[in-house]
């Protein structure tokens, strides 16, 4: 959040003013209108500093400082957090079990998260890749819904695949 000139901050040589009512007073000399927003109690705002020329409000800076920060807040609850959640296999997983994951999954996508799918395969399981691809096949074909935003990639003793929602 940026922070806005206020009074004597303010150095351009007219400014366009609206009172704290929200009417227009119109375009008038920074000296004058500080003068005017001094008088009534308040402080004089820079609300459009890029606008010509600058429109200022008058306000209690205070009072503006607050609302400001509570609509930065409020934009940042809504911003959606996606996470990554991961679903481990096996090669030798049984036909419920990845049925299951799969079920998980479903679900983690429908909430607007990713998936990644991890097979990890031990000892001699390493000379069998083929059939680890072909365990990652058959799980993506239990998943309806999906799109694979990176494909299976070997690192080391691990085939991984990321899933998100099709649009």
Do not use: C, W
Request: glycine share 4%; no cysteine; aromatic share 4%.
């Amino acid at each position: 959040m940026q922070r806005s000139r206020t009074n004597n901050q303010i150095r351009v040589p007219e400014v366009r003013v609206i009172d704290e009512n929200g009417e227009q007073l119109g375009i008038m000399k920074t000296p004058d209108a500080l003068t005017i927003a001094q008088d009534r109690g308040l402080d004089m705002v820079e609300v459009s500093p890029l606008a010509k020329p600058p429109v200022v409000k008058f306000i209690n800076y205070d009072k503006f400082r607050y609302h400001q920060k509570k609509l930065a807040q409020q934009d940042k609850k809504k911003i959606k957090k996606i996470e990554i959640k991961g679903v481990r296999l096996s090669l030798r997983i049984s036909e419920h079990d990845l049925q299951t994951k799969a079920n998980r999954s479903i679900k983690f996508l429908e909430d607007g998260n990713k998936v990644k799918v991890d097979l990890m395969m031990r000892g001699r399981e390493q000379a069998y890749a083929d059939q680890a691809m072909q365990v990652i096949k058959k799980f993506m074909g239990f998943v309806p819904n999906h799109a694979v935003e990176s494909p299976a990639k070997r690192a080391g003793n691990t085939i991984s695949v990321l899933l998100k929602k099709n649009n």
